[in-house]
């Protein structure tokens, strides 16, 4: 992968994590929507972004929706890597939010803590990526393709 199709990788996971995340905020207090889907949509949310840091790093990682799994792939010197949030409880959406099981089902106070933890290490990855000279004003773009074809 050349440097130009991997940064555009990365601005497509910070897109697809901000695109999560604003979905989910737009969900809270809506009667129709059950919370489960606001505390999955932010568990992606935080999920691409941690995985966006990896790409720009050129780390390989698994496939896995634990999130403290992946910030340990992050080295010393990101912000995200040395953050105490506690990522257990949000990776927990990851498939209570999607399967029935023996868990609670999610209430509005579990949507609510769920979108304020992806915000959080959402602003966080952004940081980070402006700290080590990464332009995420450029994350916003859509519509963008990296083989040069017209969509549609």
Known sequence: MSEDERLFEVRRWLRYAQEDLTAAVAMIGRREI?????????QQSAEKALKAVLVFLQIDFPRTHDLDALRNF???????????????????????????????????????????????????????????????????????????????
């Not at 999610?106 to 979108?115: G, K, N, T, Y």
């Open 34 to 42: 059950a919370p489960r889907h606001i505390c999955w949509l932010a």
């Open 74 to 152: 992050v080295p010393i010197g990101w912000t995200i890597q040395a953050d105490l949030l506690d990522l257990a409880s949000l990776t927990e959406w990851a498939v209570e939010a999607r399967y029935p099981g023996d868990w609670p089902e999610a209430i509005e106070a579990d949507a609510r803590f769920a979108v304020k933890q992806a915000q959080a290490i959402l602003a966080t990855v952004m940081a980070d990526f402006a700290q080590h000279g990464f332009d995420v004003e450029k994350t916003g773009e859509g519509g963008e393709r990296s083989d040069g074809k017209e969509p549609g």
